[in-house]
């Protein structure tokens, strides 16, 4: 039997609060847990809390339980809908992508082609617009607001970048250049609009940079 997804930081989800008595539904049996009597969009009171709490404590001393605290509902719940802390973060930023899915994607495959695969995944994802505004929008903010900038940090660092590279077996420091490095021309190309590298072709690109990025993953 698997067993029910750890909460971040080593917790568990755990029942209704010991000092919350289980509610009856019409018939005296019991109502299910974590719902509000009248609540019609848990997912979305879930999110709301979740903002608000990753926006005044960031991404690490946000737990799912606190989250959970906060809309009023049973950890289990949160679990249900988002799986995840990661998960729950790139719903309630609206981001394009979910680590949980993205790193299978870039680590399957053979060693010496990540590089390849992780520039072309960059390019490509942000080649739509609907999947890149949110992530420039969000940097934009960060740009300005020091509480955003450290919650996008904690999550990259975190929930991305320490993990391929322990994946890798490499040092965080070479993840951080090859992202740094993709991001920048995601920037120049879409906010900038430096010419011609905005107009240029996705495999264009995957050419010239993929070569770059896998030296920094393999190391000199």
Same mark, same amino acid.
């Given at each position: 039997?698997?067993?029910?997804?750890?909460?971040?930081?080593?917790?568990?989800?755990?029942? =209704?609060?010991?000092?919350?008595?289980?509610?009856?539904?019409?018939?005296?049996?019991?109502?299910?847990?974590?719902?509000?009597?009248?609540?019609?969009?848990?997912?979305?009171?879930?999110?709301?809390?979740?903002?608000?709490?990753?926006?005044?404590?960031?991404?690490? &001393?946000?737990?799912?339980?606190?989250?959970?605290?906060?809309?009023?509902?049973?950890?289990?719940? %949160?679990?249900?809908?988002?799986?995840? &802390?990661?998960?729950?973060?790139?719903?309630?930023?609206?981001?394009?992508?979910?680590?949980?899915?993205?790193?299978?994607?870039?680590?399957?495959?053979?060693?010496?082609?990540?590089?390849?695969?992780?520039?072309?995944? %960059?390019?490509?994802?942000?080649?739509?617009?609907?999947?890149?505004?949110?992530?420039?929008?969000?940097?934009?903010?960060?740009?300005?607001?020091?509480?955003?900038?450290?919650?996008?940090?904690?999550?990259?660092?975190?929930?991305?970048?320490? =993990?391929?590279?322990?994946?890798?077996?490499?040092?965080?420091?070479?993840?951080?250049?090859?992202?740094?490095?993709?991001?920048?021309?995601?920037?120049?190309?879409?906010?900038?609009?430096?010419?011609?590298?905005?107009?240029?072709?996705?495999?264009?690109? %995957?050419?010239?940079?993929?070569?770059? %990025?896998?030296?920094?993953?393999?190391?000199?």
């Amino acid at each position: 039997m698997s067993e029910r997804p750890a909460d971040d930081a080593g917790e568990r989800p755990e029942g =209704r609060p010991s000092d919350e008595r289980p509610e009856s539904g019409p018939e005296g049996g019991r109502r299910r847990p974590g719902r509000r009597p009248g609540a019609a969009d848990t997912r979305g009171q879930i999110l709301a809390a979740a903002r608000e709490t990753f926006s005044e404590k960031g991404f690490d &001393k946000a737990t799912i339980r606190g989250i959970a605290r906060q809309a009023g509902v049973d950890p289990a719940l %949160v679990h249900h809908y988002f799986a995840s &802390k990661e998960g729950m973060f790139v719903a309630a930023m609206e981001l394009p992508v979910n680590p949980d899915e993205v790193i299978p994607t870039i680590m399957n495959g053979p060693r010496e082609e990540i590089g390849e695969r992780l520039t072309r995944f %960059v390019l490509t994802m942000t080649s739509a617009a609907e999947a890149r505004q949110p992530v420039l929008a969000l940097v934009r903010t960060a740009m300005t607001n020091d509480q955003v900038v450290s919650m996008v940090r904690e999550f990259l660092t975190h929930a991305l970048v320490n =993990r391929v590279a322990e994946g890798l077996g490499i040092p965080p420091i070479r993840m951080e250049a090859a992202f740094a490095q993709l991001f920048g021309v995601v920037l120049m190309r879409y906010v900038v609009k430096l010419e011609p590298l905005a107009s240029a072709g996705i495999e264009e690109l %995957v050419e010239l940079l993929a070569p770059t %990025v896998q030296r920094y993953l393999d190391g000199p």
